[in-house]
């Protein structure tokens, strides 16, 4: 992106009745991944990816459709999993993770959702 063109400018790439936030660049640079309502007037989040141009919109997580939520979205550092903060069967705070392209939300790190955190963050080691 070139910010000194002529044309260069913010544009949104969702639509701004889902709120969408707390969004993270995929390691390759393709995909974005962020939290946001499943549709105008939900009470909970959920998250999606979506490319750049703003193409390719996909839910990654259906905790709103359970009573849950999902937030804060990371990518894993080579973008086949999304680590996250959840309320997952009533669990507030949980560490959770899911599939890049959607599926079963398991707990971000052993058997259990046992680690509550916010914002996590994987970096390679």
Do not use: M
Request: proline letters at 8%; aromatic letters at 8%.
């Amino acid at each position: 992106l070139d910010l000194d063109h002529p044309e260069a400018g913010a544009r949104a790439i969702t639509d701004p009745e889902l709120f969408a936030g707390t969004a993270d660049w995929g390691p390759n640079g393709d995909r974005i991944v962020f939290a946001g309502l499943p549709a105008p007037g939900a009470s909970a989040s959920d998250l999606f990816t979506i490319k750049p141009d703003g193409t390719g919109l996909t839910r990654l997580t259906t905790l709103a459709d359970e009573g849950g939520s999902a937030a804060e979205p990371a990518w894993n550092t080579d973008g086949t999993a999304v680590y996250f903060s959840a309320v997952v069967s009533g669990q507030q705070g949980v560490l959770a993770k899911v599939s890049a392209t959607g599926g079963p939300v398991s707990p971000a790190f052993g058997t259990e959702y046992d680690l509550h955190g916010r914002h996590p963050r994987l970096h390679a080691g």
